[in-house]
Structures are given as C-alpha cells and as structure tokens.
C-alpha cells in the first residue's frame, strides 16, 4: 500500500480527501504545511501527497499555487485529483448551552471564509480566529490555559482576575468526526451553495492516462502588449477548453506574473501538443505540472 502525505492533522477534509482515494490501509504521513508535503514527494519519503488547490466557493488556495512556483524545476508532478464535498459543522463544548454566550470562533481561514455568511447572519458579534488548521480550532475550545492575574483591591488583598474566554465561550468550525470521544458537540451549519475542494495528488514519474484526462501548466510571459492574448491563441485554434486560469506574482519583480491553466486533454494528444508548442513561442517559460485523470465528483 502507498506511502501518503498529506496537509493537515487527522480528520481535516485533505486527510478524508486523501482516504476517499488511497483507502484506510495506506499508510498516511502528516505534514504541517504544503512545502512539507512537496519536499516529502520530491525526497521520496512518501509514495503520494495531497494539497488542496481549489474551493468552489473562495477560488484557488495561493500556498499550493505558490508552491509550483518555488518548485518549478522539481521533478514533482501532479498525478490526478480529488474532488469532495464539504460540510462544515460548528463545534462547541457541552457546557455551551446557547450560542449567545459565545465570544470566539476558531477555524482555518478558508473555512471562515466559505461560512461568513453564516456567521454573519448568526453569530456577527463573535471574534473570528484563524487557525493553522481545523483540527488546531477544536482543540482550541479544550485548551485549558487561561490568564490569570491578580491585582489588588481596595481593602489590600490580592484579586484574582482571569482573561480570555473560557472553554464555553468558544467555538470551532471543523468536520463532525474531530467531535469523537470529546466533550464536544456538533452543529450543522447549512448552505444551500454547492461547496467543494478540488485536492490534488503529487507524484514522481508520468501519471497513467485516463478515459478523461486534464493537463495542467505554468508559465511566464513575455513583457509586450497583447502577450496573454496571443498566449491564449493556439488553444482557441485547437478548440480547446481552458478549464480554469489563475495568476501569481512572481516575488522577484513588481508586476512580474505566473500563470496556471488547467485544459481538457492529455499532453500526447496531437491537438493539445500543437497547442503547447504554440504557447512555448510566446512566453519565456513553460512547465507542464502534469497530465492526468479528471476527478470524479
């Protein structure tokens, strides 16, 4: 069974991402960030690793993209991906009785930001915390540290004062399994929009072909008008659909951009060469991060 990284404590939609695909019997590797994940893959501890990329509701995940900057010349490859459904819970402990007496609400900035409607709507007047991860929110709520001073009063004693909210005061927002043998409970919070996380799967070597395949590129343009739009040329001269584009600025040079296009096809098909080797005239860099099957939802 292979070897799998991935980003996240046990129980963060990338860990049930990555057991949706590889199973309960692999083998799993915790990473505390998506540069561990693609060092681990590129040293070859791990047979696999899985990175979230996309969210239906709030775009791409820039650390990924980045991270394909930063290892533009790293044999690592992307080798397919996961498409899962994602349902939020809030998580509070047992004493919390009413959500009126909530102070803080902890969770990864990406799930604050797919739920602040919801928050906004029900819990506006709670301060919202980000956290390295959702599993790291809920043990926010048990962490039994607390302020405490003391000061004096006015018949000379000492007075005990304790700041910060105390445990049933907070609350996280995470998946319903980190509820497990905790004194914890879980609350749906609903969203009538579809909301999904696109994962991907890193890899060495060439990743086997699929019946529906998707190739995914990088590339840098050259500094002249009209660059993107000739870029973009050969692919509306094949008929080939760009699935998504997405850019990032470079950190070497102000206004300097990357660009990551996702597009139907494999990268031996004739159409989709003739098309890259049309994009490969116009830019100064090119990379195809890999070819690969499209995720079943």
């Given at each position: 069974?292979?070897?799998?990284?991935?980003?996240?404590?046990?129980?963060?939609?990338?860990?049930?991402?990555?057991?949706?695909?590889?199973?309960?019997?692999?083998?799993?590797?915790?990473?505390?960030?998506?540069?561990?994940?693609?060092?681990?893959?590129?040293?070859?501890?791990?047979?696999?690793?899985?990175?979230?990329?996309?969210?239906?509701?709030?775009?791409?995940?820039?650390?990924?993209?980045?991270?394909?900057?930063?290892?533009?010349?790293?044999?690592?490859?992307?080798?397919?991906?996961?498409?899962?459904?994602?349902?939020?819970?809030?998580?509070?402990?047992?004493?919390?009785?009413?959500?009126?007496?909530?102070?803080?609400?902890?969770?990864?900035?990406?799930?604050?930001?797919?739920?602040?409607?919801?928050?906004?709507?029900?819990?506006?007047?709670?301060?919202?915390?980000?956290?390295?991860?959702?599993?790291?929110?809920?043990?926010?709520?048990?962490?039994?540290?607390?302020?405490?001073?003391?000061?004096?009063?006015?018949?000379?004693?000492p007075t005990k004062v304790t700041t910060g909210p105390q445990p049933f005061e907070r609350a996280?927002?995470?998946?319903?399994?980190?509820?497990?043998?905790?004194?914890?409970?879980?609350?749906?919070?609903?969203?009538?929009?579809?909301?999904?996380?696109?994962?991907?799967?890193?890899?060495?070597?060439?990743?086997?072909?699929?019946?529906?395949?998707?190739?995914?590129?990088?590339?840098?343009?050259?500094?002249?008008?009209?660059?993107?739009?000739?870029?973009?040329?050969?692919?509306?001269?094949?008929?080939?659909?760009?699935?998504?584009?997405?850019?990032?600025?470079?950190?070497?040079?102000?206004?300097?951009?990357?660009?990551?296009?996702?597009?139907?096809?494999?990268?031996?098909?004739?159409?989709?060469?003739?098309?890259?080797?049309?994009?490969?005239?116009?830019?100064?860099?090119?990379?195809?991060?890999?070819?690969?099957?499209?995720?079943?939802?």
């Amino acid at each position: 069974m292979p070897t799998v990284a991935y980003l996240g404590p046990e129980h963060t939609n990338t860990h049930v991402a990555a057991q949706k695909k590889f199973g309960r019997r692999a083998k799993y590797v915790h990473a505390p960030t998506v540069d561990d994940v693609f060092h681990m893959v590129e040293r070859q501890e791990v047979d696999r690793g899985v990175v979230p990329v996309e969210n239906s509701l709030e775009g791409a995940v820039t650390h990924t993209l980045d991270r394909f900057i930063d290892f533009q010349h790293s044999p690592v490859q992307i080798q397919g991906e996961i498409e899962q459904q994602i349902r939020h819970y809030l998580i509070v402990h047992l004493r919390a009785k009413t959500l009126t007496r909530l102070k803080e609400v902890y969770s990864h900035p990406q799930a604050l930001a797919q739920c602040r409607y919801w928050l906004d709507r029900h819990l506006a007047y709670v301060q919202r915390r980000e956290t390295n991860s959702t599993a790291e929110a809920v043990n926010a709520i048990l962490d039994p540290q607390v302020i405490t001073t003391y000061s004096g009063n006015i018949y000379g004693g000492p007075t005990k004062v304790t700041t910060g909210p105390q445990p049933f005061e907070r609350a996280a927002i995470a998946r319903i399994e980190l509820v497990k043998k905790r004194k914890l409970r879980a609350i749906p919070i609903p969203d009538d929009r579809e909301n999904k996380t696109r994962f991907l799967i890193l890899g060495l070597g060439e990743p086997k072909r699929g019946g529906r395949n998707k190739t995914s590129i990088l590339f840098a343009l050259k500094d002249r008008p009209g660059a993107l739009y000739d870029s973009l040329t050969p692919f509306k001269r094949a008929r080939i659909n760009l699935t998504k584009i997405e850019s990032r600025p470079s950190k070497r040079k102000a206004w300097e951009y990357y660009f990551f296009i996702d597009l139907e096809g494999h990268d031996t098909e004739p159409r989709v060469k003739r098309a890259l080797n049309g994009l490969a005239r116009q830019v100064v860099f090119l990379k195809v991060l890999g070819s690969y099957p499209v995720g079943k939802s």
